[in-house]
Nanobody
Framework: QVQLVESGGGLVQAGGSLRLSCAAS????????MGWFRQAPGKEREFVAGLSWTGVTINYAESVKGRSTISRDNAKNTVYLQMNSLKPEDTAVYYCAAEASGGGSSRLERYNYWGQGTQVTVSS
């Protein structure tokens, strides 16, 4: 059974930083691209960042580019999202997702597995 478990969310002031983690189990982690998405209340889920299974290709949404870094540790079956200079508009539930042999696509439908999400709240 595949499980993706996010952690690291919380309440932070604007300008602060958070590091989200997503621990994967039940799949060959190194064969999957990993992505981070977010969903704010009343809005559709949107792409944040993606990292190919090779670790070579990285994609970021324009809204977080320059402020966020996605990385992976295949030895720990974990993907990370470091977010800096957080803004109130970054407030959302953040989800990690796994895409079989993918490139870290920005398209939700490309992902095979999803975590339950972790709440990030940025206060002004």
């Amino acid at each position: 059974q595949v499980q993706l478990v996010e952690s690291g969310g919380g309440l932070v002031q604007a300008g602060g930083s958070l590091r989200l983690s997503c621990a994967a189990s039940g799949l060959t982690f190194s064969s999957y691209a990993m992505g981070w998405f977010r969903q704010a209340p009343g809005k559709e889920r949107e792409f944040v960042a993606g990292l190919s299974w090779t670790g070579v290709t990285i994609n970021y949404a324009e809204s977080v580019k320059g402020r966020s870094t996605i990385s992976r540790d295949n030895a720990k079956n974990t993907v990370y999202l470091q977010m800096n200079s957080l803004k109130p508009e970054d407030t959302a539930v953040y989800y990690c997702a796994a895409e079989a042999s993918g490139g870290g696509s920005s398209r939700l439908e490309r992902y095979n597995y999803w975590g339950q999400g972790t709440q990030v709240t940025v206060s002004s």
